[in-house]
């Protein structure tokens, strides 16, 4: 994936949120739900460790092995 600097790295899509919530509730989410399900869902991501694992995984030095 090239990506520019200002550019979205990744997101998560309404068809993922209503992917979990079928697993998880057996339902799709109402169009509420999914407002405050999106707003909430990155209070539980840690943004930090995840690039920071990343780095770790795909930068070595200086080559990329991703």
Avoid: P
């Avoid at 068809?15 to 405050?36: F, G, P, S, Y």
């Avoid at 991501?45 to 995984?57: G, K, L, T």
Wanted: net charge negative.
């Amino acid at each position: 994936m090239k990506t520019a600097s200002k550019e979205t790295v990744y997101k998560l899509s309404v068809e993922d949120l209503q992917h979990v919530a079928m697993e998880v509730l057996e339902r799709k989410l109402t169009n509420e739900e999914i407002v405050a399900v999106g707003n909430a869902v990155s209070d539980y991501i840690d943004w930090f460790q995840a690039i920071e694992n990343a780095i770790h995984r795909c930068v070595r030095r200086t080559n990329v092995s991703c």
